[in-house]
């Protein structure tokens, strides 16, 4: 069986999260534990954008997408995570 997708809409009516990089930590442990694929709609929150780019700074060499165009698309944690700006 394929890997599952999940899809994360962090800014909701519930609020956003005020640390983003735990966020984008709880993300990766859930899509390897569980063979998931996940796709993060940023909302263009400016603190989860930068959360994610330097993420993909610090796992270059796993990292799909070598741009910062967040409304591209970045793939992080070994393309198990589609990060959009939305």
Excluded at 6 to 35: I, R
Excluded at 80 to 86: I, M
């Amino acid at each position: 069986m394929g890997a599952s997708w999940v899809f994360a809409f962090p800014y909701c009516s519930l609020g956003f999260l005020d640390n983003p990089k735990g966020m984008l930590s709880v993300l990766e442990s859930t899509v390897f534990e569980g063979d998931h694929r996940a796709i993060l709609f940023t909302s263009s929150y400016p603190p989860l954008e930068a959360a994610i780019l330097d993420v993909q700074s610090q796992g270059t060499k796993n990292a799909i997408a070598m741009h910062n165009d967040l409304s591209k698309g970045i793939y992080l944690f070994s393309q198990r995570l589609l990060c959009v700006s939305w």
